[in-house]
Structures are given as structure tokens and as C-alpha cells.
């Protein structure tokens, strides 16, 4: 059983800074990437945000370029997304894909709240 945990969703003002955090465990095989995606409602596509690869080279959506960061710890299985410069439009659940040789997995998501 793989499980993917994301944590570090938390509420914050405009302009203030989140790092969230996505750890998978239980998986046979090693990491190929972990893709991070957000969706701001139940009526709203998941929209993509920013890939990590095995190697730590990431990419992001033009929404996010230039504000948000993605690392790996390799050690802890684990990736990061740093957020700063957030704005009101970056509120979203924010859910981590983990991608390994038998399939993708999801975690259950963690709520980023930017409001004055």
C-alpha cells in the first residue's frame, strides 16, 4: 500500500510565505516524479502547479514562476513546495501525485487559505 501525505496547508495574509511538504511511503519502487496540483472549489479543475523529478530539477505552471519552489529530500522520500509572494488567487486544496513505476498515486490534499 502506497500512502501520499501532504501537510503544511495553513491560512495566511497576502503577500506572507506557506511551505508545504509531501512525503510517500509503502511504494516498491523509487520515485519518478511527484507533480503538484491545487483546485480552488468542488466546481474547479485541478490545475497543475509544479513538477519535482527524482533528480530535484522542477517546473512550474506561469502562475506560480518566480513565487513558488520545489525540492526534494531524497533521504526522507520527501518534496516541498516553498510559497512565498502568495496571493488571494493561490487559495486552493493542494494535493501531491506521487509517480513510481506501478502507478500514481494521490495524497488527500491540504488546504492553503490566502486572505486578509
Known amino acids: 500500500q502506497v500512502y501520499v501525505v501532504e501537510s503544511g496547508g495553513a491560512s495566511v495574509q497576502p503577500g506572507g510565505s506557506l511551505r508545504l511538504s509531501c512525503e510517500a511511503s509503502?511504494?516498491?519502487?523509487?520515485?519518478?516524479?511527484m507533480v503538484w496540483y491545487r483546485q480552488a472549489g468542488p466546481g474547479n479543475q485541478r490545475e497543475w502547479v509544479a513538477?519535482?523529478?527524482?533528480?530535484?530539477?522542477?517546473t512550474y505552471a506561469d502562475s506560480v514562476k518566480g513565487r513558488f519552489t520545489g525540492s526534494r529530500d531524497r533521504a526522507k522520500n520527501t518534496v516541498y513546495l516553498q510559497m512565498a509572494s502568495l496571493k488571494p488567487e493561490d487559495t486552493a486544496v493542494y494535493y501531491c501525485q506521487f509517480r513510481s513505476s506501478d502507478g500514481d498515486y494521490w495524497g488527500q490534499g491540504t488546504q492553503v487559505t490566502v486572505s486578509s
Open positions: 513538477s519535482v523529478t527524482s533528480r530535484g530539477s522542477a
Open positions: 509503502g511504494s516498491r519502487f523509487s520515485m519518478n516524479a
